[in-house]
């Protein structure tokens, strides 16, 4: 933190998606602070004004807030400087600088001091609106995405595994009770689900957590070399065996060996696999001498194993002892709701590894993202936001920087109706009422078990129930 007394204040008491948006208004003149606590308050957001730059950073200090408008000739420090300031102390609060003399340098330095816009007066109403509209959600998510992350942290160890839908939640507890023991666990959904990050996060929270983890795909090496690979072998083993070599296995002894598409596995090499789970023990190729090793091993798949038994392309027993645990990762688009905190989540991790200001997308862009069906899973939705945060040229990621297929897509829209100008917070909301409709539905209106599932406090889902005009409708049981 640079010099100064400016505190962080705490979003996650007085920001949060419930409260009013705040708004701050930092310029000298009198009638323009009135016009706009004027114009905000009868949109609905909370409006505090200070007569300068210095005021206006006490205010900052005192509360949180959603946004800034902030005048660029302000008596002593000019807007420029006030922002400076902001980002110098860490503050990643959004601005929109306002001004009546706007030239091309202005702009420029206002952007590249991360400004999210620049209004000049007389500003019109309108698209004054839209642009803090469009600010202050994008700034929600992100502080909704940093809160969420926080709370991972201190009940998990999961790093980079963004997820907040039902279906995830169950996952994660799942991992954390897993964790600590010995058990082996096979990992299965379809490509780009996340399924090393799953075997990673099952390494660091467990006790092996300072010993190597060991990646390996199974499916990418001819058999002879896999089990090179995986049980080393002796000088003179085969014709290029000119010096003896360690396997994985012994690479990974104290820890976790994590055999990723083991379903590609020739069966000879599914026999010293069932082995070494049953006795720890094995033998490099060419030697007689056994090794035995503490390994726990942690598999993957993108194929439905007990399919592959059934056709006799995997050994039944080697399944079972694969099987322990089971975890089941869904396609992402099973669990849409998890695609907004996804993209802020990639966002800023391209922005921050290309050097860019932060990035957002537009409320068309996100429309399009949340209608694809991703056949590539979140691996797709990670390089479809940073092939957007490195052709963008500015700080917002429209529809027209996104590969042709999403936006010109045959998917269904169903999830998603929003007429052409709908703000992001419009469709976050919307994305939010038609997931908490759908679980009362399925709770057939029992607001109780409707929380529980979500795993909120039934207040919490109350306020959203009120703040979104939910009607409450309950089935006849038959």
């Known amino acids: 933190m640079s010099e100064g007394t400016l505190a962080v204040p705490d979003n996650s008491q007085t920001a949060g998606s419930d409260s009013l948006p705040r708004i701050l208004i930092i310029d000298d003149e009198a009638a323009i602070r009135e016009s706009l606590e004027t114009l905000l308050s009868m949109e609905g957001y909370a409006v505090d004004s200070a007569e300068n730059g210095e005021l206006g950073l006490e205010r900052i200090a005192e509360q949180p807030f959603d946004l800034v408008l902030l005048d660029l000739a302000l008596p002593g420090r000019n807007g420029i400087e006030i922002l400076s300031t902001l980002r110098e102390r860490e503050l990643n609060l959004p ?64 790093p980079n595994i963004v997820g907040k839908s039902d279906v995830m939640l169950r996952i994660f507890d799942l991992v954390a009770q897993v964790a600590p023991t010995r058990s082996t666990v096979l990992i299965q959904g379809e490509s780009g689900t996340g399924k090393e990050l799953i075997a990673k996060a099952l390494h660091a929270n467990s006790t092996r957590k300072d010993k190597p983890f060991v990646p390996v795909n199974t499916g990418a090496m001819p058999t002879d070399l896999l089990e090179s690979t995986l049980f080393g072998h002796v000088k003179g083993a085969f014709t290029s065996a000119i010096a003896a070599k360690k396997g994985l296995f012994e690479v990974a002894n104290g820890g976790t060996l994590f055999l990723d598409e083991i379903a590609t596995m020739g069966m000879d090499t599914q026999a010293k696999i069932l082995r070494v789970l049953q006795d720890r023990r094995f033998m490099h190729l060419g030697g007689v001498q056994e090794i035995q090793v503490d390994v726990r091993i942690i598999a993957a798949t993108n194929v439905d194993l007990r399919q592959a038994v059934r056709e006799g392309k995997f050994r039944e027993d080697l399944f079972y002892r694969l099987n322990v645990i089971a975890i089941e990762l869904p396609p992402l688009r099973s669990r849409r709701e998890d695609i907004p905190a996804l993209v802020t989540h990639f966002l800023k991790y391209y922005s921050d590894e290309n050097g860019l200001s932060a990035r957002a997308l537009t409320p ?55 007429s052409p100008d709908a703000s992001l917070f419009d469709i976050m909301e919307d994305i939010e009422r038609r997931i908490i409709v759908d679980k009362l539905d399925r709770c057939n209106g029992n607001q109780t078990e409707a ?20 009607e409450i409708r309950k089935r006849s049981r038959d």
């Open 95 to 158: 601005v929109i600088m306002i001004t009546a003399f706007g030239t091309v340098d202005n702009v420029v330095d206002a952007i590249r001091g991360g400004a999210q816009n620049f209004v000049q007066k007389p500003w019109d109403n309108e698209k004054l609106l839209a642009d803090i509209r469009t600010a202050v959600a994008r700034y929600r998510a992100e502080e909704e995405n940093v809160q969420l992350k926080r709370a991972f942290r201190q009940r998990y160890n999961f």
């Open 451 to 470: 929380a529980e599932q979500f795993r909120i406090p039934l207040s919490t889902l109350n306020q959203k129930i009120k703040r979104l005009n939910i």
């Open 364 to 418: 068309e862009a996100m429309r399009a993202l949340v209608d694809y069906e991703w056949p590539g899973n979140v691996r797709e939705l990670e390089n479809v936001i940073e092939r957007g945060v490195v052709l963008s040229s500015g700080g917002t990621i429209g529809a027209d920087l996104l590969p042709g297929h999403l936006t010109g897509s045959s998917y269904s829209s169903s999830l998603l109706e929003h």
